[in-house]
């Protein structure tokens, strides 16, 4: 029987361009009798696999329908347009939207960006997926505008890319069913947050009041006690033995 038949095993889904192999070596390091299993799952299908119980935690790229799902927004992926490397866009640091307004520009089936308006002119056709249109604009035949990571995931030689500062942009969260909150999720929350090892195994750490309770009752555990429950007085008290000292004084001077 595998790991995943028997529960022992902590599965997390990935939509394209996300790199979750700093968090996947932490948890090595943390965890290490409980196997992390990555499914890289297109950006549209992880909500569905994480309702369906294919996987226990995945990171997506907003937004999403959140209805029973728990999310921790992330990061803000700048938005690049990829071009051909003799395009006229090189020769900018970065670009606006406007500046591609006579070029044509893909706009695939999965794209990840939210648009009011399509940038530029209407490309001949919709490709399925964002590497369909990199390797259309390889061809020379347009421009697709795609998270960072995504110009990253498909670099190609040939091509490359520019930011567009007033575009949209990606927004990557990690998710989660609200009702299968399990511990080790927990501790995989923990390890995106930065928590240490010993910051009760990643999980949320105790509240300000919380907090101010214990340390009260761990004064007053420490105080020592009489039977009566008041603070006990120390062995001899400081102000008969001035007292004594006193007398002695005041009988060698008759």
Do not use: C
């Not at 529960?7 to 192999?21: E, H, I, K, M, W």
């Not at 409980?34 to 907003?62: N, T, Y």
């Not at 490709?127 to 998270?147: E, F, H, K, N």
């Not at 110009?151 to 989660?176: I, M």
């Amino acid at each position: 029987m595998t790991d995943e038949e028997t529960g022992d095993v902590f599965r997390l889904a990935y939509a394209p361009g996300v790199t979750p192999a700093k968090w996947a070596g932490v948890w090595a390091e943390r965890m290490p009798g409980v196997p992390l299993s990555l499914v890289s799952v297109p950006a549209a299908d992880v909500v569905e696999l994480l309702r369906g119980g294919g996987a226990d935690a995945g990171f997506v790229r907003l937004p999403i329908e959140r209805d029973g799902l728990s999310v921790i927004p992330l990061y803000v992926e700048t938005t690049v347009v990829v071009v051909p490397k003799d395009h006229a866009v090189t020769a900018a640091d970065e670009v606006t939207v406007a500046d591609l307004a006579d070029d044509e520009v893909f706009h695939p089936l999965d794209d990840v960006l939210e648009w009011t308006a399509r940038p530029g002119l209407p490309a001949f056709e919709r490709p399925p997926t964002t590497a369909d249109a990199i390797r259309l604009v390889a061809a020379g035949t347009g421009l697709v505008l795609v998270p960072q990571s995504l110009a990253r995931l498909h670099h190609r030689k040939d091509l490359t890319y520019r930011p567009v500062t007033d575009a949209p942009q990606s927004q990557v969260a990690l998710a989660w069913p609200t009702d299968r909150t399990t511990d080790l999720v927990e501790d995989f929350i923990g390890i995106v947050r930065g928590r240490t090892a010993n910051s009760s195994r990643g999980r949320a750490p105790a509240t300000p009041s919380e907090k101010s309770a214990q340390k009260s009752s761990q004064r007053q555990a420490r105080k020592p006690q009489d039977g009566s429950g008041r603070r006990s007085a120390p062995s001899g008290h400081g102000r008969s033995s001035k007292g004594s000292k006193g007398g002695n004084k005041g009988r060698r001077g008759r």
